[in-house]
């Protein structure tokens, strides 16, 4: 299922909330499950049809426990459609943790004193990749904190720097990346890097749970 953004229409305006709350607790709240009801959706997500609000609520919503056991089942048989029988690993290497946030679980938050903060320099970036490479890696995953410093563009290039390290037969094949939530200009520029996979924390959705 190949993403095409042109099809969507949300406009792309920097801390602007576009999820709908209201509609999704409506949603959960409303909406019945029944045994026929989760054996259809996961059918359909079994064709790789993305879901709906209602679909998705039927499947959380549903508590009998031959339904549970026929939405893991989906789970798992989807999963081995997309993925196949394999496990792949990938090696985290941490480029910078300076943040701008103060997300309660995570250690670089801006309130933990005792973290010393530290960005790799190029020079570091590549001593640490043929370290990884000697050990037989060629999956990474490039971990930055959410701050000013750490811009596409800074993104970018210490993708394209891992790419292009080659020691002995060792090289880089994938280079992921957990980074701040990017717009679209963002999620472009590191995607014409090169990037495998683009990864984001995100606490909650729950505007009540988090709100100051």
């Not at 959960?28 to 049809?49: Q, R």
């Not at 798992?76 to 943790?97: D, M």
């Not at 043929?130 to 037989?136: F, K, P, Q």
């Amino acid at each position: 299922m190949k993403f095409t953004p042109e099809k969507y229409t949300i406009p792309d305006v920097p801390m602007q909330p576009f999820i709908d709350t209201g509609e999704i607790w409506d949603f959960l709240n409303k909406t019945i499950s029944t045994p026929d009801k989760v054996k259809k959706v996961i059918e359909k997500s079994l064709a790789k049809n993305r879901l709906n609000l209602e679909e998705v609520a039927i499947l959380i919503n549903a508590t009998d426990p031959g339904s549970v056991q026929l939405i893991k089942e989906g789970a798992r048989e989807l999963k081995k459609r997309i993925y196949g029988n394999r496990i792949v690993l990938f090696a985290p290497l941490y480029v910078g943790n300076k943040c701008s946030n103060n997300c309660a679980y995570c250690g670089f938050k801006t309130s933990n004193k005792d973290a010393v903060r530290k960005t790799l320099s190029d020079e570091e970036l590549v001593k640490e990749i043929e370290v990884l490479e000697d050990n037989g890696q060629k999956r990474l995953i490039l971990v930055y904190g959410e701050h000013a410093q750490y811009s596409p563009e800074f993104i970018a290039q210490t993708v394209k720097i891992a790419y292009s390290v080659k020691k002995g037969n060792g090289e880089v094949r994938r280079v992921n990346i957990n980074a701040a939530p990017l717009d679209i200009k963002g999620f472009r520029i590191v995607k014409e890097a090169g990037i495998g996979t683009y990864q984001v924390f995100q606490e909650t959705y729950h505007r009540e749970a988090y709100k100051t």
